[in-house]
């Protein structure tokens, strides 16, 4: 069994070691020579060990590569809500996060001073970030993706290693560039490509969504048609009320009868004096 186990290992290892110098013949010095031979021979099934000369030299990674997170926001040229938050600050993201390292401050309406579905302040330590992808997974507004950013080395771990709104905010469009199989599938699930609230919105004013297909995936939104507001018709004089009866409690058309005071005072004077009788 042990002689077995080792004899296939090292099948593997010359059948690597061959292969690297087929390769280097039959690409020859092709390799330097146009850019997409370099993206053949490093692609996902490439064949032979090979050398990447980084940083001149990259890999380009899959689209399911997950770093460190960030927030989508809507593009800069939206019609109706430019850089606007995805985000509707419900904090699934930090409770579903195992080493919690997400920190959301909720905003505020500063005339009502009621909380409003949107981030106020967000923030990731990226130094105990471990990429699992457990916040872009569980938000239910698909309003935080992982990134394919890796070269984020810095000497200062105290303000350049903890991500703000600012740093982690970028616009639909880079997620659909990085990840267009993962977008359009993501839409085809929310059966729209707009976010959820502004769908609803949208139907509730009767204009049509955008339907996720490929074809349509970088078309921007159209505005949507202002009504033309109809002519004021003058108000035709409303008919003076008769006085109320006396004894009948005063009314205001179809509403409620106005609390008449001085009658219900009357009548607690009358069942008084009836009693003392």
């Not at 186990?5 to 020579?33: C, M, P, Q, S, W």
């Not at 309003?143 to 303000?159: P, Q």
């Not at 976010?195 to 159209?222: C, S, V, Y």
């Amino acid at each position: 069994m042990y002689g077995k186990g080792i004899a296939k290992g090292l099948f593997v290892t010359f059948k690597h070691f061959f292969n690297t110098y087929v390769d280097d013949i039959r690409y020859a010095g092709r390799k330097y020579l146009r850019q997409d031979n370099f993206q053949v021979r490093q692609g996902l099934q490439p064949s032979g060990a090979y050398t990447v000369m980084y940083p001149e030299e990259k890999i380009a990674v899959p689209e399911r590569f997950r770093f460190v997170p960030f927030l989508v926001v809507e593009d800069a040229d939206h019609p109706e809500r430019p850089g606007e938050d995805w985000c509707t600050s419900c904090g699934i993201c930090a409770k579903v996060c195992p080493p919690q390292c997400i920190w959301i401050v909720r905003g505020t309406n500063p005339e009502t001073g009621r909380p409003v579905p949107q981030p106020d302040a967000f923030y990731i330590d990226t130094d105990i970030c471990m990429n699992c992808g457990f916040c872009a997974e569980f938000c239910p507004f698909d309003a935080i993706k992982m990134d394919h950013d890796y070269e984020m080395a810095s000497y200062d771990r105290t303000t350049a290693h903890i991500h703000d709104k600012k740093r982690l905010s970028k616009p639909l469009s880079y997620w659909k560039t990085i990840a267009p199989t993962r977008a359009l599938e993501e839409a085809v699930e929310r059966g729209q490509w707009e976010h959820n609230d502004i769908a609803k919105a949208m139907k509730k004013a009767g204009q049509p969504t955008t339907p996720p297909t490929p074809e349509n995936m970088w078309l921007k939104p159209e505005p949507p048609a202002q009504a033309e507001e109809p002519a004021a018709t003058p108000k035709a004089p409303a008919a003076k009320k008769a006085a109320p009866a006396a004894g009948e409690p005063a009314t205001d058309g179809d509403k409620k009868p106005k609390f008449d005071k001085q009658a219900m005072l009357a009548k607690i004077r009358a069942k008084k004096a009836q009693k003392s009788d």
